[in-house]
């Protein structure tokens, strides 16, 4: 068993370590809360609009290559829908906005990533210029062909009829270059040999060349026509090698990677986020356990704390129970002094009784011996001086004065019964005639008492306690008065306060208490009597008892118009809770 | 033989393209919220746009003057000339650049650049300077949850624009089915479009607009300015945007739409009649010797093509 000290010591050490475990377990709440609230790479719909984001980026960019071949094919004869860049910029914006809006991907995968996209903006920039130019190239390109093809034959016509031209002597040449021409237009296109290029380009100066001599009419046909084959060769070869740079630009595979960069990064963070779940749960139990830990120690102390509260309240009420025993003593040490007058009294009396009773029976016995065989009458008697009548008085007196001793001494048994702490039905007012007996040897006759019973039911109580109570307060009462006056009264009330109380009002018309003095009164060793005459505990034990019992005890009194002490005690029929009387 | 074999090949080349019609008419509606229409409405005549309050969108923008100012060019609120010719802000949404050299990809880049330097009005200047008119802030509190902005004031003007349509054209009639429509002059004129080769460039909803073409491809690049014997900074087009050489002098195929309101044409706003302006395409696009009675043919045509815009706020 723990010494009282020793439990304290260790209750405060307890609470040393319980501030430091509460700011470990605020600390893993705090983490937790992080984990939950660092859970979200993006607010909303981020993820779902980034992957829709790239599917409609591919989508534009193969839309781009269809469109591109198929203005260079002639598919198309309208480029109203080829081609749009911001469809382009737009949603590479918005992936690279979203993307900023996460504070869960890091500085360094979001730059490489947006350098990417950038990078990817800018080659999407080039592709929508080499389309355009292969819009503009093509639109020259199918006008030229569309001139050859309808001016040819009025061309072959001219110089085949024109009179102008009769005299022209490299006619047949003119004629032939323009074939060939022609047929090298169509290897060329077939198969856009450069070489080819390069031959036509001699053929058409040489055309020139002989061009210069025809009539004017004719040269400016024929020069126009020229113009046309060249055109249409030119832009053939710069539409074939923008539609080649156009295939060289892999911006679907640039598409891919950054698209593949994009889910390694949501990849890492789902990751990482798997990671966050299982340290939260490591956490929880954690956290789990460590309540648990702070549960159970704290059932423990609490277990501990009740050992050693017990073990307080067992020493308090053996401390208190010495202390009513020593104020009892204290009491009846008190009580002594009055006592043994009292029996000395009746005493002394019964004792100068029984000397005259003695004085008497020996003349009795002496002249007896002289009137030996004579009656003997009373006047006999009377003239020897012997007073039967004073005899039967004396015996009378004496047996009074033996039955106020036995009498006091059954008082004194019945408040000798102070270590009985059995709780018993009791009524007060025996009590208190009781106390007014043990009270009233210290009393000189001047002084009057006044019972105003109205016959209060019994209470439950401990009677011996309830005595003490009764004497302390009487006894006080009386002394108050004593020392004040020589005549004095003193009033003893009973009442039925109601249903569930009585009330016991004892005045007396001292000197009163002080208003200083009054607060102060049921205080623990507060006395105002000389040193060793009070223990300045009776109060104290008197307001203890009548508390436990449920009850109270009321001061009034003005200084100089005497004190009334009111105790107030429940009647308390056959109720369980008498048991807690024991602790007083 | 074998030529003629070969020319075959090359019109059945031209085969498949004919099948469709090249163009397409405008749509009658535009499907637009009406609020912001309106709102739009009224930033594109008010001349808070510009620094000294002298100019709206409407100032070169005249919807009377078929969405463009009926000059060469215009004056800038800082009382200079503009470099080019005003486009029409007609059916400008069917465009797929803005401005002749096509440097802006969208409306809103248009719309940003034409108040930075042409309304000396940067958006950032604007949207302060509207903040103080508190029935403008209201209008665009109740019609956009972000209130006044950037994007919303650019959103709600182009919304207008986009509602600056001209649909219902003889053509777009006769394109819908209305055979009766255009008239056999007109017909014949759209017959010969095709066939000599203007509908390569100008084709689509907007009959242009949706390709860079350089000026010029007959001859030498650049043959048509250096005739004038000075070629100007704005003559190189795209080139003053992107400085690669295949750009130069190369410009967007501008709209025909209302092309018989549009007047002066081309970029630089230097010729004033449709017949002089087809003689050029003529002679530097397509290189080719049309009878005057085609061309003739040709204009009349490109005047069906004159549209009805109609107002539709309530």
């Known amino acids: 068993m723990l010494t009282f000290k020793e439990s304290a010591n260790n209750y405060l050490k307890i609470l040393e370590v319980k501030k430091i475990v509460y700011g470990f377990v605020f600390v893993l709440l705090a983490t937790i809360l992080f984990i939950f609230t660092a859970k979200v790479i993006f607010k909303g719909s981020g993820h779902d609009r980034i992957i829709a984001s790239f599917y409609d980026l591919k989508q534009v960019d193969m839309r781009w290559n269809v469109d591109a071949l198929s203005i260079a094919s002639s598919l198309k004869n309208n480029y109203d829908s080829v081609v749009s860049l911001p469809e382009v910029t737009r949603r590479n914006d918005l992936i690279i906005q979203i993307l900023n809006e996460s504070s869960e991907i890091n500085k360094e995968d979001r730059e490489r990533l947006e350098n990417k996209i950038n990078y990817y903006k800018n080659i999407m920039v080039k592709k929508s210029d080499l389309i355009e130019r292969i819009k503009s190239s093509h639109a020259v390109l199918i006008n030229s062909s569309r001139f050859i093809s309808s001016f040819n034959k009025e061309l072959i016509f001219l110089l085949d009829h024109d009179n102008e031209l009769r005299n022209f002597k490299e006619l047949v040449e003119v004629k032939y270059i323009l074939y060939n021409a022609l047929s090298l237009v169509v290897s060329f296109i077939a198969s856009k040999d450069d070489a080819l290029h390069e031959e036509l380009h001699e053929l058409i100066d040489r055309l020139n060349s002989y061009a210069d001599k025809m009539p004017l009419n004719s040269q400016s046909k024929v020069k126009n026509f020229v113009v046309h084959i060249l055109l249409l060769m030119d832009q053939y070869k710069l539409r074939n090698q923008l539609l080649n740079e156009l295939q060289l630009i892999k911006t679907d595979y640039l598409l891919s990677g950054i698209e593949s960069d994009y889910v390694m990064i949501y990849n890492k963070f789902l990751d990482r986020n798997d990671d966050y779940r299982t340290i939260l749960i490591f956490y929880s139990i954690i956290v789990f356990l460590i309540f648990s830990y702070i549960i159970i120690g704290m059932i423990k102390n609490y277990k501990r704390l009740n050992v050693v509260n017990m073990e307080l309240k067992v020493a308090h009420n053996e401390a208190q129970l010495k202390l009513i025993h020593s104020s009892k003593m204290t009491a009846l040490g008190e009580m002594v002094a009055g006592i043994a007058h009292e029996i000395n009294t009746p005493l002394a009396y019964v004792s100068a009784i029984f000397s005259v009773l003695n004085e008497q029976i020996t003349k009795i016995v002496s002249f007896s011996k002289e009137y030996e065989n004579q009656p003997i009458s009373v006047k006999i008697l009377k003239k020897n001086d012997v007073d039967l009548d004073d005899i039967l008085t004396l015996l009378e007196d004496g047996k009074y004065g033996i039955n106020q001793i036995s009498e006091l001494i059954v008082t004194m048994k019945n408040f000798g019964r102070i270590d009985q702490l059995e709780v018993d039905d009791f009524l007060v007012e025996d009590g208190l005639d009781n106390a007014l007996l043990m009270a009233n040897y210290t009393v000189k006759d001047n002084l009057v008492i006044k019972k105003e019973y109205a016959g209060v039911p019994k209470i439950r109580c401990i009677p011996s306690h309830i005595n003490q109570v009764f004497l302390n307060i009487i006894t006080n009462a009386i002394q108050a008065i004593l020392a004040y006056k020589k005549n004095g009264q003193l009033i003893i009330k009973t009442v039925k306060q109601d249903e569930s109380m009585i009330r016991i009002d004892i005045s007396d018309d001292g000197p009163g208490i002080s208003q200083e003095v009054l607060p102060k009164i049921f205080d623990p060793f507060f006395t105002t009597k000389e040193i060793g005459k009070g223990t300045g505990m009776g109060l104290s034990i008197s307001y203890k008892i009548i508390e436990s019992h449920g009850g109270r005890i009321l001061v009034d009194s003005n200084e100089g118009q005497g004190a009334t002490f009111s105790i107030l005690l429940p009647i308390n029929k056959n109720d369980s809770k008498s048991a807690t009387f024991f602790q007083v | ?314």
């Open chain 2, 1 to 314: 033989m074998k030529v003629l074999l070969c020319l075959l090949s090359l019109l059945s080349y031209q085969a498949l393209a004919n099948e469709v019609e090249p163009i397409t008419p405008i749509p009658i509606k535009m499907g637009l919220d009406k609020r912001k229409v309106k709102l739009g409405k009224s930033l594109f005549f008010d001349t808070r746009l510009s620094k000294n309050d002298t100019h709206s969108c409407a100032s070169c923008h005249q919807l009377s003057k078929a969405g463009t100012n009926g000059s060469q060019f215009a004056q800038k609120p800082n009382g200079a000339l503009t470099e080019m010719n005003v486009p029409s802000v007609f059916n400008s949404a069917f465009n797929f650049r803005f401005f002749w050299d096509g440097r802006a990809y969208t409306m809103e880049d248009q719309f940003l650049y034409t108040q930075r330097h042409e309304m000396n009005m940067p958006i950032e200047d604007l949207i302060n300077r509207l903040h103080a008119d508190k029935k403008i802030v209201d209008a665009f509190k109740e019609i956009y949850v972000d209130g006044l902005n950037n994007k919303t004031i650019a959103d709600a003007i182009i919304q207008y624009q986009k509602s600056l349509i001209t649909p219902n054209s003889r053509f777009d009639l006769y394109l819908m089915g209305n055979k009766n429509s255009l008239t056999n002059d007109e017909l014949k004129g759209y017959q010969l479009f095709k066939k000599y080769g203007c509908i390569s460039c100008h084709h689509g909803v907007n009959i242009g607009g949706n390709m860079f073409q350089i000026f010029g491809v007959i001859g030498d690049r650049g043959a048509y300015f250096k005739r004038k014997g000075f070629v100007l900074n704005r003559d190189l087009g795209r080139f003053n945007i992107t400085h690669k050489e295949w750009d130069k002098f190369v410009f967007k195929v501008p709209s025909l739409r209302n092309v018989a309101l549009t007047a002066p044409y081309f970029h630089d706003g230097s010729i004033a009649t449709l017949d002089q302006a087809v003689d050029i395409m003529f002679d530097y696009q397509l290189g080719v010797a049309a009878l005057k009675q085609e061309k003739e043919l040709i204009v009349k045509f490109l005047k069906s093509l004159t549209g009805v815009y109609k107002e539709e706020l309530e």
